[in-house]
């Protein structure tokens, strides 16, 4: 790593990086040499007058909190960065660290071409090799757009596939929802679903919980209790702390359900710990000692909830009525739905109508019909989570157990911070649908301090995007990339005839960002015709393309980023000229669109357009005076007047059909389409569930031979695999560490510091142990987000299941066990 960054840094080194390398016509890769002459302190300089210095206002466009700071530039170089004055946050060491991404030898700096690659001879068992040569991005265009040509026409625009990620600039132009989705819709191909971070608001999303719509963090003061379940914010999110902490000081107090001592349980109030993957077993206990002896919110679950909707037990279908009515409007456009009515029956005379007409409907049906009430349907289904199987499943004593149940009372003011741990299980989706059911006994919504949410948002409700849909009508069709493999080997998806040749990648680390990287490489990216990576850096992926393209950082382009859990957008401005031939996100897009064959459906689009369709089509930015013009003089503006917003005052958006929460559903949907089953599980689907994770659980077939459970924390210095690089955050974590229990680690020869295999029957990774007292026995943890040449040998990412729920369709992180030994280096090599 380079000497700290000074004022006085970055005034000769780019020109001399950018000539240098450009006279190699052969790369052996993209440097990944932690050395940067940029960020290397010039003595000589110390009696050189300074450059004239500019400042810039930027926002982070991560998804921890998209803070935001100040960019200092001198002679068109970044030089330094500071906190926005009178702003809450400061900017965090990964923050920081962006200014040393954007100058790293890592990045891509001119479009490249896998030596021996052509049209005619892909020769993909080669991919990986790290061998390129420079070509021009006319060369590039040409190659790219041949392919998909030849494969449509052979094989349809479905065997043209699209994969993207977040790739730390989330803007609303540049981003992965920006203008390169459009120019992907307007191929019609098929878009990869990247199947992560989805279980638990597929789990909300199907009870009818807007995960978006919580209240602003600025409200938790507001509450007497944050619980927090899968959530650590902070290792996660630090800059939610400073609300957390002013919300205790305030008299709340932090409750963390989570099977780890974590960082954010240090600074908890109570710790409540549970075995790994079992929070559907206790929440629905807590279930039925809510309903057992009826301290739930009564008014609240009979006309807020489907608790009175009749159900026919012969096929179990919610029993409707035969006109179409208006239903509850649809929380994207806000225009009503057309329904068939669900019914329930009247209390007082027993008549069977609609719900919207009904002013008493009954908890249980009295009629002779077949027909039976979701409550009741559900009151049933719950009476197997006692209190003894729930302590024996999850590992909770009887005081804490009553200890939540005491909290959940309707008076009290709670909460609910929840983030994707619970939902990086098998079970994960129904961790988040049982979360659901428990908050419906409490009706803990719509008040100052009551709320429940997730502090992840990438993108602020409605704005930008509206021109991702292109001229021509056509959009790509989306498939679970957890199918990827199946499909390839396959050839079909869902038994349909589905052929796949192409791939490009825009900013995705499809390798180590996910799953099973060793089945990836060999059953999917090697066995495509052409690969093609978007990226500002050579990532693991990007080695396994045939044509890697540079991308823009962002500093180097204008944007917008809206933020939801604070109700505000802003401007991330221009710092500095595109570096070498990188070119910003919606430029490539143009620039590939013709190549493509879809010039007239992308580019007839402007900028200028673009910021129309954000802005002047979304009623709280007119409302609010948002324009383009308006937040480059303002830099941050909220597009709703309230402060703190308060999510779903009068109960008005739970996002189904009828505006009700749901603890039953009659027709269960997965996620996404796969080839996964899903008719053998679907009865389970209709109502929140503990199964116990085929993997991770404790009578998995696999733990006599993988014994420890492995899960992971988000890294503190990185969001996902950001920093592989060399930068200030990867000084402080440089390599990867696996916690471990000392009683486990003393039983497997493992001592702490000292580097061991941790392994499975997918792959194997070499990372250093670390004890830790604040975990059980037979479980371990790593921060994720390591790239395969950070570790001594092999890697995370192949130690990770891809093993899936059918109905959530979403990576299972968790569910995962491995085997750990002393590692010998002279044995390995």
Same mark, same amino acid.
């Given at each position: ?127 990986? *090799? ?139 109030? *109570? ?311 990188? *070119? ?172 061991? *295999? ?72």
């Amino acid at each position: 790593m380079g000497e700290s960054l000074t004022r006085r840094n970055f005034l000769k080194g780019a020109g001399a990086v950018t000539a240098s390398v450009a006279a190699a016509a052969t790369l052996g890769s993209c440097s990944q040499d932690t050395k940067n002459s940029n960020l290397v302190e010039d003595e000589n300089a110390a009696g050189v007058e300074l450059a004239e210095e500019q400042e810039f206002f930027c926002t982070c466009s991560w998804s921890c909190s998209f803070c935001q700071y100040n960019i200092y530039t001198r002679n068109g170089n970044v030089s330094h960065m500071l906190p926005k004055p009178d702003y809450a946050y400061r900017t965090c060491l990964k923050g920081r660290s962006r200014i040393l991404r954007a100058y790293s030898p890592a990045r891509v700096q001119y479009p490249m071409k896998r030596v021996g690659y052509s049209l005619d001879n892909p020769n993909g068992e080669m991919r990986g *090799k790290d061998e390129w040569e420079r070509i021009t991005w006319e060369e590039a265009g040409e190659l790219i757009g041949e392919q998909w040509k030849r494969t449509e026409e052979q094989f349809g625009p479905l065997a043209n596939t699209y994969y993207q990620g977040g790739g730390g600039a989330q803007g609303s132009l540049n981003g992965n929802a920006g203008l390169i989705m459009r120019l992907f819709n307007a191929t019609a191909c098929t878009k990869w679903d990247y199947s992560f971070d989805n279980a638990t608001n597929t789990g909300l999303t199907r009870a009818g919980v807007q995960w978006f719509d919580q209240n602003e963090p600025q409200d938790f003061v507001n509450s007497d209790y944050i619980l927090m379940a899968g959530a650590n914010p902070v290792g996660a999110q630090i800059q939610m702390w400073q609300h957390l902490a002013n919300a205790q000081e305030a008299g709340a107090k932090i409750v963390c359900i989570d099977p780890l001592f974590s960082p954010t349980v240090a600074k908890a109030d *109570k710790w409540i710990p549970v075995k790994p993957g079992t929070d559907p077993a206790l929440f629905l206990g807590l279930v039925k000692k809510f309903m057992d002896e009826e301290t739930y919110k009564a008014d609240f679950v009979l006309n807020y909830t489907c608790a009175p909707f009749l159900v026919n037990k012969a096929d179990g279908m919610y029993v409707v009525g035969e006109e179409e009515v208006e239903g509850a409007p649809f929380w994207v456009t806000g225009e009503p739905q057309m329904i068939k009515p669900n019914m329930v029956q009247d209390a007082d005379s027993g008549e069977i109508m609609s719900y919207q007409d009904c002013k008493n409907p009954a908890w249980s049906y009295t009629g002779e019909e077949n027909y039976v009430t979701a409550w009741d349907l559900f009151k049933e289904h719950v009476q197997s989570y006692t209190l003894d199987y729930v302590m024996n499943v999850t590992g909770i004593s009887e005081d804490d157990f009553n200890f939540l149940y005491d909290m959940l009372q309707p008076e009290n003011k709670i909460a609910h911070y929840i983030n994707f741990g619970g939902g990086a299980y098998e079970n994960g989706l129904h961790q988040a649908y049982a979360m659901s059911a428990l908050i419906a006994m409490t009706g803990n919504f719509g008040e100052p301090g009551r709320s429940v949410g997730g502090f992840d948002a990438m993108y602020g409700n409605f704005f930008g995007h509206a021109l991702c849909a292109p001229s021509n009508g056509k959009m790509v069709s989306s498939v679970t990339f957890l199918a990827a493999c199946d499909v390839m080997n396959s050839g079909q998806l869902m038994g349909k005839d589905y052929p796949v040749k192409d791939l490009i990648v825009s900013h995705g680390g499809m390798i180590g960002g996910s799953v099973n990287s060793n089945r990836v490489k060999d059953e999917f990216l090697r066995k495509l015709e052409q690969v093609v990576v978007i990226d500002p850096w050579m990532t693991d992926t990007a080695k396994m393309a045939d044509i890697v393209l540079p991308a823009c950082d962002m500093y180097e382009f204008e944007d917008v980023v809206p933020l939801s859990h604070e109700h505000n957008v802003r401007i991330s401005e221009k710092c500095i000229d595109p570096m070498y031939e990188a *070119k910003p996100d919606s430029e490539i897009a143009r620039f590939l669109a013709p190549y493509l064959g879809v010039e007239d459906a992308v580019c007839d689009v402007t900028d200028e357009d673009w910021w129309k369709g954000t802005f002047d089509d979304v009623a709280a930015a007119v409302e609010c005076g948002i324009t383009l013009d308006t937040l480059r003089e303002n830099k941050e503006m909220r597009y709703v007047k309230e402060q703190p917003y308060i999510g779903n005052k009068d109960l008005k958006n739970f996002i189904t059909t009828t505006g009700r929460l749901y603890f039953y559903v009659d027709t269960p949907v997965p996620r996404t389409p796969s080839n996964f089953d899903v008719e053998s599980i679907f009865d389970r689907e209709k109502m929140p569930t503990y199964f116990e994770n085929k993997i991770a659980g404790e009578n998995s077939e696999y733990a006599a031979d993988y014994p420890l459970l492995c899960i992971s924390w988000r890294n503190p210095t990185r969001v996902h695999m950001t920093q592989f690089m060399g930068t200030w955050a990867r000084e402080v974590a440089p390599e990867p560490v696996l916690f471990v229990n000392p009683d486990d680690a003393k039983k497997y020869g493992v001592e702490d510091g000292a580097y061991i *295999k941790v392994h499975n029957w997918l792959g194997h990774c070499v990372m250093k142990a670390a004890y830790h007292v604040g975990m059980r026995p037979g479980m371990t943890c790593y921060f994720k987000g390591y790239a395969e040449n950070e570790s001594k040998s092999g890697s995370m990412g192949e130690i990770t299941t891809d093993y899936v729920d059918p109905y959530a369709v979403n990576c299972s992180f968790f569910d995962n066990r491995v085997a750990i030994e002393p590692w010998d280096e002279k044995v390995e090599e």
